[in-house]
């Protein structure tokens, strides 16, 4: 069958459709999507690199003997630069959720960024082809595919493409900066293996690819290892010591925050929704504008909701006011996300509260 005669609710699953497989397991978002699978009742099929390392898979074994998981998980390895590495674990499943990624973190050229994404991406559709069975392939891409510069105030949909560059309008989103950039070069590999999946999929007939484009994720980490130096969470711990994170100039910069349990819970929505179909993309952001915050806001808000703590570091106040203003973008809500899959977002204080307390219960913050 065909994608254009296969319909959407054909290639739609459901807990007793077979297991889903999830790369990424042991990671941020990868785990609260094993978690929020259990929750549903499904067999899931945890892909990790190391089954044997207690800091990266306890609290996914740990999940076998919730109670208030339905559904169970299983370790299995799996490594994105090794071609077959996932032949086994996606056996007989009907879905594959792919949330793993080595792209951007590490010490890369940004041509090796780039070039990375598509080589994990390629391996990993390679096993869902062999297995024969998967309806429903769902990528984490990112908001970084859609986003480039606008100007201010401009919110972006699902509709923009960060190659765009409208009316060359700062127009350094193009092919021939990827090795010039990490950023360009990360932003430029999430669109196009985006396009390439829909791609695949479509010329394969078997399987719907779509894709979850997150923003700012924060929410409660399940483990100390979701404590990466380089993530959103992180700098909010930095803020909570009374210090200043080195992610954006001055710490300025315009927060657009999703709950990594909404981040989650949307991978899963979009393997079982009959409206999503191949090619549907969904950005997990703010919900509305009181989930958009500039850092002097973010440090109010986590002084209000925690007066006990002496100092909040972030961007720099003078008489109460920001010394300086700050670009306001990127703006974007994830409505489709609430209207096509009936995604019901936390709020925004629900998502901080929970952030910190994690930091907290794991020891994170004294
Ligand atoms: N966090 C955000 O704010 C955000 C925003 C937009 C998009 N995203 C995207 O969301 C995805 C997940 O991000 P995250 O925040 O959950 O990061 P994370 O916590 O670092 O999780 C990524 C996981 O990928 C796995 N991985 C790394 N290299 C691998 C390899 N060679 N083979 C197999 N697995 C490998 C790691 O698992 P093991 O070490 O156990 O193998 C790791 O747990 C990424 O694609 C990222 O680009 C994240």
């Known amino acids: 069958m065909t994608e254009t005669t296969r319909t959407s609710s054909s290639t739609a699953v459901s807990p007793t459709d077979g297991p889903i497989a999830v790369t990424g397991a042991s990671g941020y978002i990868g785990s609260w999507i094993v978690h929020d699978l259990m929750e549903q009742g499904y067999k899931v099929r945890a892909c990790v690199r190391d089954t044997t390392n207690p800091d990266k898979v306890n609290h996914l074994e740990a999940m076998n003997t919730n109670t208030d998981l339905s559904g169970d998980v299983e370790l299995f390895v799996g490594d994105l630069f090794e071609r077959g590495s996932y032949d086994e674990s996606f056996e007989n499943c009907c879905a594959v959720i792919h949330a793993g990624a080595s792209v951007g973190y590490n010490k890369e050229t940004p041509q090796q960024v780039y070039d990375g994404c598509f080589t994990e991406v390629q391996h990993v559709i390679e096993s869902v082809q062999k297995a024969g069975t998967v309806k429903r392939f769902v990528f984490t891409s990112s908001f970084a595919a859609v986003g480039h510069p606008r100007p201010a105030g401009y919110v972006f949909t699902e509709k923009d493409w960060c190659g765009d560059n409208i009316e060359g309008y700062r127009g350094a989103w193009t092919e021939e900066n990827i090795p010039k950039k ?31 484009l997150p ?11 979701h404590d990466q130096g380089w993530s959103w969470q992180n700098c909010i711990r930095f803020m909570l010591q009374g210090k200043a994170y080195k992610k954006s100039k001055g710490g300025r910069m315009l927060w657009n925050n999703v709950d990594v349990r909404d981040v989650a819970r949307a991978h899963r929505l979009c393997a079982e929704s009959s409206v999503a179909r191949n090619g549907s993309r969904y950005i997990l952001s703010a919900s509305d504008s009181s989930g958009e915050l500039f850092t002097w806001e973010l ?28 670009y306001d973008s990127p703006r974007s809500y994830c409505s489709l996300a609430m209207q096509e899959l009936g995604l019901t977002p936390y709020s925004i204080d629900e998502t901080i509260k929970a952030t910190v307390d994690s930091y907290f219960r794991l020891g994170l913050l004294p």
């Open 182 to 212: 990490r950023d360009i070069a990360y932003a430029m590999a999430k669109a196009n293996a985006e396009r390439m999946i829909y791609r695949m999929a479509e010329e394969d007939g078997g399987f719907a690819a779509m894709a979850i």
């Open 215 to 225: 923003l700012h994720v924060i929410g409660p980490l399940m483990c100390a290892n």
């Open 299 to 326: 440090q109010n808000k986590l002084q209000t909701l925690y007066p006990e703590i002496q100092e909040i570091g972030g961007e720099h106040m003078e008489d109460g006011k920001p010394a300086e203003a700050t």
